[in-house]
């Protein structure tokens, strides 16, 4: 068990890499990595150092790892040429959506959010084809996870519970307060405190005494959007922290939802902004992205 004074800030980056090895390595048929999962990798090892690897692995890589970075660029130049020929980007964009939909040699969409005011994202989400739906926001992904049996998990709230199980925070039974209602962050991860037994409040930025429910959390997951929301008064002795939040300061540098000087004192661990729960996000994208590639190839093992 991790000691208290070694928990205290919940770096990700262990966790992110334990992540990499097991998604690449997990092969649940046996067979010898297949070109997508060597994208994968390459994606997550994007900011790693290539440690357990040797050259020539590294090479390829950072062979993969820019190729494609340019080919997720290429689609959205394509998209924005595209939207010349139609009356409204939305249609542009759609059209693009059922042309990787149709695509077999791409096997996970995300869609950059939020969208340009004015268009429909709703619509554009639902257009995905469901087996594609890397960032688990598909009305159907979002059904099974209600329903108990998830199949894409948004990936927020994913490597916000990825985290917690590597410092093996007990979830059990925990009072566990989720600030922020958006089927981003704050619905899924609801669904997934309560699919682990905790005893979930759902919070808002409209929550009368806001601080009242605070203060109960053993868990505390913000994701408010807005800076340095939470203070140190709001919250109880030994809480374990969770800030989803990343917000752009005045002065340029990043805060997060959580006002970090005055909450960590009182917790007994908590996630930094940057660094805590938005790597752990890449690491659930391209999880969900290789999960997928392997049932459309049919290598998961069903």
């Known amino acids: ?6 928990l205290n800030v919940l770096d990700s980056q262990l966790r992110r890499l ?3 090895y097991e998604i690449f390595f997990s092969n649940p048929t046996k067979r ?7 994208k994968v ?9 290539g440690g357990r690897m040797n050259f020539s692995q590294r090479y390829r890589y950072n062979e993969m790892a820019q ?22 980007p939305q249609d542009a964009l759609l059209s693009t959506i059922r042309e990787i939909n149709a695509d077999p040699s791409i096997h996970g969409i995300l869609l950059q959010l939020p969208l340009p005011k004015g268009m429909n994202e709703d619509e554009a989400i639902t257009a995905i084809a469901p087996d594609k739906d890397a960032d688990g926001l598909h009305p159907e992904s979002l ?22 199980d590597h410092y093996d925070i007990p979830l059990e ?25 905790a005893t979930v409040t759902m919070c808002h930025t409209r929550t009368r005494d806001l601080a009242a429910h605070c203060r109960r959390a053993d868990v505390l997951c913000v994701a408010a959007g807005r800076a340095r929301f939470v203070t140190g008064d709001m919250v109880k002795e030994g809480v374990v922290v969770v800030d989803v939040g990343v917000n752009r300061l005045d002065t340029g540098k990043l805060a997060g939802d959580v006002d970090f000087a005055s909450v960590s004192p009182r917790a007994r661990a908590i996630t930094p902004v940057p660094g805590g729960v938005g790597p752990m996000t890449i690491a659930m994208l391209m999880r969900n992205t290789l999960l997928a590639a392997r049932r459309q190839l049919g290598r998961d093992g069903g």
């Open 67 to 88: 190729r494609y970075a340019i080919y997720s660029d290429l689609w959205r130049k394509k998209c924005r040429i595209r939207e010349e020929g139609y009356r409204r």
């Open 173 to 197: 039974g925990a009072e566990a307060v989720v600030i922020g209602r958006s089927r981003l962050v704050g619905k899924p991860l609801a669904q997934l405190l309560l699919a682990r037994n």
């Open 32 to 38: 010898p990595p297949t070109d997508i999962e060597w």
């Open 143 to 164: 059904g099974r996870l209600l329903g108990g049996k998830p199949r894409m998990i948004p990936c927020t709230p994913a490597g916000c519970l990825a985290i917690l």
């Open 18 to 20: 334990k992540i990499e």
């Open 1 to 6: 068990m991790t000691t208290d004074e070694e």
């Open 41 to 49: 990798l390459a994606l997550l090892r994007k900011f790693a150092d």
